[in-house]
């Protein structure tokens, strides 16, 4: 216990005052009570005709930036696949020098406990990506930083011999950032001073 040096309690429905032994019983420098983000933070859906706040668009000169949800349903006619076909409509890439993608689970990945997580949207979404040349697609879940080349698996053809993926100019750079370091602490943690900085998109 006394090696405890960060206790999530989120889930718990703990409600109340935190009780005092248990900074006694332990080195504890982060506790945390949060609910989801949904609760503590607002987003911009409906401005962007959104139906959810898992998935909404921000314009800002000059990037065009597209959040979308992994773990809600965007097969085909779905709230989050039409939203996204809209959406992908509405960029003007005259305007726009740069129109990226933010995910949780990347598409692609070399980890080989989360390899083909994000097989199901990229099946779904990859195509129209490659069609609007997102330039880039940034993800989190993997805890690992990986950069790739453009590259797409839009002529997936298994009989042909076309199983993976190729060399795309329209394709995106797919970006994986790391959330933790090899320590396991959360990103930016001065235990000294009882700071510590968590990033925004809950990428865990």
Known sequence: MRKLRYLDLSGAGFTGMIPYQLGNLSDLDILSLDVTYLHRMATPHLASKSSSPLWYAVRRTPAHIIVLSS????????????????????????????????????????????????????????????????????????????????????????????????PDKSAP???????????????????????CLYLLSNMH
Not at 182 to 192: A, L, N
């Open 71 to 166: 773990y809600s349903p965007d097969v085909k006619y779905t709230h989050q696949w039409r939203w996204v076909r809209g959406e992908l409509k509405r960029v003007e890439r005259e305007k726009t020098s740069w129109l990226i993608v933010i995910m949780h689970v990347p598409i692609y990945n070399s980890n080989v406990k989360h390899y083909t997580e994000g097989e199901s949207m990229r099946t779904v979404f990859e195509n129209w990506f490659v069609k609007a040349k997102v330039d880039f697609i940034f993800a989190g879940h993997v805890h690992a930083y990986e950069r790739s080349y453009r590259i797409s698996n839009i002529h997936y053809n298994i009989s042909r011999g076309d199983r993976y993926p190729a």
């Open 173 to 195: 750079v797919y970006v994986t950032v790391v959330y933790e370091d090899f320590d396991g602490d959360p990103v930016g943690c001065d235990y000294d001073n009882n700071i």
